[in-house]
């Protein structure tokens, strides 16, 4: 599939619509281990996004990325807003000026957002942060010659469950020590539910 | 006169705001900005006030960012990379109150970064900040 703005957005409306339906899930999941408000910062984050790109018109993938990663800088907060946002920032900086931006692409780009979350929050796999999906889906869309989106959203499922048995090593859930074990990390399924909406785009195909 | 300037990150505006007059008390001349808090003076901390802050702070001999917590670490060095500023600045491991206390002092008597850097680092033992 070829990567167009209009995909990034629907990417964004998918997402924002699972973000708000499982707002008092990823609620719940953050009281466990955190201080229960990443489904206010993501819904309201999310919804933020969607208002604005339905706004503008964008002539590049690489500005709507780039638009993303500072609305969710802006308006996510936490921990989650640095980390979603450079993520994003980095997936711009990946397709920016590419004429053509296939899947490929966009895989490459996946793991350099990935290795800036790691950059940025200081953290690396098996800490129980977002991370834990970020990086298994990242592996299977480089390794693979074409992307599934049953499999992609297979291996986002399984990762967030992984995250369950994990200790936390990093955040607010880290004071828990074995505590936190038992849980799913609510970034693990804020992730989850980013690459299930990707997935979701992928299986549509190319809408121009 | 040009000095290092300083710029203060905490979650909360007050502990900026307050900061920053505990340092007035004694130095008036070296910039001191506050970025605590988010624009809307919520708890947290906002890119695009620390990126105002740090260019508001630089008077071309550098910033020094002191801050409180996790979260202000990631924001603060997301306001540097996206600021792609010229001058040099520095995110220092200290204390936010007793660091930028020292290195308001240390850069009101003319000194570089790298000198109120080590000063600052010989005051305070490395520690971890969650």
């Not at chain 1, 070829?2 to 899930?25: F, L, P």
């Not at chain 1, 793991?111 to 990242?138: F, N």
């Not at chain 1, 020590?177 to 992928?202: C, N, T, W």
Request: cysteine-free; glycine content about 8%; proline content about 2%.
């Amino acid at each position: 599939m070829i990567w167009k703005e209009v995909d990034i957005v629907s990417w964004m409306d998918k997402t924002n619509e699972k973000i708000q339906a499982n707002k008092s899930e990823l609620t719940i999941l953050d009281r466990n281990i955190g201080d229960g408000d990443h489904g206010i910062n993501m819904s309201r984050g999310f919804q933020k996004i969607v208002d604005q790109l339905q706004e503008t018109n964008y002539s590049s993938v690489s500005a709507v990325l780039k638009d993303v990663a500072m609305l969710m800088i802006r308006h996510i907060g936490g921990a989650s807003g640095p980390l979603y946002g450079t993520a994003f920032l980095r997936l711009s900086l990946a397709t920016e000026n590419i004429q053509t931006i296939d899947t490929t692409t966009l895989a490459k780009g996946f793991h350099a957002a990935t290795a800036g979350i790691k950059q940025r929050g200081k953290a690396k796999s098996g800490e129980k942060t977002l991370i834990d999906v970020w990086s298994p889906v990242t592996k299977y869309m480089n390794d693979t010659e074409e992307i599934n989106p049953t499999k992609l959203v297979q291996v986002a499922e399984l990762a967030m469950e992984n995250t369950e048995d994990m200790l936390a090593k990093k955040g607010r859930a880290a004071y828990l020590k074995e505590r936190s074990i038992g849980h799913i990390d609510p970034g693990a399924m804020s992730s989850y539910l980013l690459f299930q909406s990707l997935a979701e785009v992928l299986e549509g195909g190319s809408t121009t | 006169m040009t000095y290092v300037g300083i710029v203060l990150v905490s979650h909360s505006e007050k502990v900026t705001d307050g900061l920053k007059e505990i340092i007035r008390e004694v130095i008036e001349d070296v910039p001191v900005e506050s970025a605590g808090g988010m624009e809307d003076g919520l708890i947290g901390t906002s890119v695009d006030k620390i990126t105002t802050a740090i260019r508001q702070a630089d008077q071309g001999r550098g910033v020094l960012i002191f801050y409180d917590l996790g979260s202000a670490k990631m924001n603060t060095d997301l306001a540097i990379e996206l600021a792609d500023l010229q001058e040099e600045v520095e995110l220092v491991e200290a204390p936010l109150i007793e660091g930028a206390y020292v290195g308001a002092v240390e850069a009101s008597i003319g000194r570089d970064m790298t000198e109120i850097l080590a000063s600052i680092h010989a005051s305070f033992p490395k520690i971890e900040i969650g």
